[in-house]
């Protein structure tokens, strides 16, 4: 037995003197009833339950407004020039580059650290393509008035290939950062 259970035995009398008051037991029953209710487990896995639930949802709109909008990369034209027609070449040409970007956007995953990383990349990807796709309206503009023009020719598959080229670079410094970060990890354990 405890000391405070052997103090109360030994001292039986003094704590069987006094008697409760009349009511005593109802008003303590009251008092029980008013108490709040103490979190079950139910109850508190119920509320997490939702709440990751509410969490998905949104996170699972957010990666399809996300997805969608990065797969309109390649196919990014100001609506402004969508009549000019071009060689069957010069279209081999732009459906090789935007393959090549395509690509490496998708690749983007493969070699970011986290999903985190990847999401900010391709968000500045986007801006940059975008940039890209803005200068691509002005050259097709140009290329409008007068498409015998070979400068124009070559500036829009330069443009074409200089979206290849923003995304192999990139590549190369998400890799570039990977592999800092192996090295820094192989040297600081």
């Known amino acids: 037995m405890s000391f405070l259970e052997n103090k109360i035995k030994d001292n039986k009398d003094f704590f069987d003197e006094s008697v ?14 008013n108490l709040e209710q103490p979190e079950t487990a139910q109850s508190r896995w119920g509320g997490i339950l939702k709440m ?5 949802a949104f996170l699972g709109l957010a990666y399809f407004i996300f997805w969608y909008s990065i797969e309109d990369l390649g196919g990014m034209v100001i609506r402004e020039v969508t009549q000019i027609s071009f060689s069957a070449e010069i279209e081999d040409v732009f ?3 935007e393959s090549q970007a395509i690509s490496k956007v998708e690749k983007i995953d493969q070699v970011a650290i986290n999903t985190e990383q990847a999401d900010i ?5 986007k801006k940059q393509l975008e940039n890209l796709d803005a200068t691509l309206a002005e050259i097709e503009k ?4 007068n498409p015998e023009n070979k400068a124009l020719k070559a500036a829009l598959v330069n443009n074409k290939r200089k979206k290849a ?4 670079n990139i590549i190369q410094q ?4 990977k592999q800092n970060i192996e090295n ?4 600081n354990p």
Request: hydrophobic share 40%; aromatic share 10%; net charge negative.
């Open 165 to 168: 080229e923003v995304m192999d």
């Open 20 to 33: 409760p008051s009349e009511g005593h037991k109802q008003r303590f029953i009251e008092k029980l009833e």
């Open 52 to 56: 990751a639930s509410v969490a998905a």
């Open 184 to 187: 820094e990890r192989l040297t």
């Open 174 to 177: 998400l890799d570039q950062s």
């Open 95 to 97: 459906a090789y580059y």
């Open 142 to 145: 140009e290329y409008a008035k």
């Open 121 to 125: 990349v391709k968000i500045a990807a």
